[in-house]
């Protein structure tokens, strides 16, 4: 079974867990308060399977200056569906349906159920408080064994301190997926490690502009080659983005054809370049506040 069709929970398939995410009624519990979208925690039921998961309607999107309106959700399910192209999982099942104040975004909660869904949060600290496991701030100038520098940060009262993210093989991958969909927010609070040694990776709206846009805590591999396994992955994911591919004919349902072409072109350079990526210095690097 490869890795996109991994079993995310209990005994069901990932199209099984889709298909419940797109037609199971779905009941919402509470809002989670702290995003800076309407963002809904609650159930998906259909055919005796009940799955945790959340809600993101359209209608709840903050307008951005530089996205257009009414297009976050469409984002997240197209990121959902580039990752499973590149063999990987840790993008949870994602979804666009009808639902509470219409069309939106529904994805399968992962990790551990908030105990109040009203007063939750969206990071992973509210999933698991698994993100300090890959992330951390350090004093001196050296990040330490198993770990990679990402830059000083200025804390309150004037201290600064470095921040590191691990040197870990997920992260890594995660780091290339970023690259190549154009993700403008990968904060510390999207990164959910889970106790069987994977990691899922959350909020995927503003990504796949056409303009370069990524904004990332995974720097610490900028400028070295990419593994192998990593490049092989995105010469496959080159070839399922061929013009009239069933992958470019699904994208072409959630991004506009300019953001599919910049797809494909990110995706090419990425591999004729053979290493990860670089700041480029006309976008801040680092997304504000990092987690």
Known sequence: MPASERIPQGSMTVPEVLDV????RLGLAGRLTSASNAVFYG??????ERLPCVWKPVAGERPLWDFPEGTLAGR?????EICRALGWDFVPPTVLREGPHGPGMCQQWVGPLPDRAEEAGTGA???DGGGAALLRLVDGDEPGPGWRAVGHA?????????LVHADDQRLRRLAAFDAVINNGDRKGGHLIPLPDGRMHAIDHGVSLHTEDKLRTLLWGWAGEPLPGDVAAA????????AEGSPLSLRLAELITKPELAALRARTEALLAAG???EPGGDWPAIPWPPV
């Open 234 to 241: 995105l010469r496959g994911l080159a070839g399922r983005l």
């Open 125 to 127: 600290a509210d999933r």
């Open 76 to 80: 997240e399910v197209a990121a959902f």
């Open 275 to 277: 290493r990860h990526p």
């Open 43 to 48: 159930h998906a039921e259909a055919g005796g």
């Open 21 to 24: 995410l797109a037609h199971g």
């Open 154 to 162: 200025r804390l309150d009262g004037g201290r600064t301190a470095l």
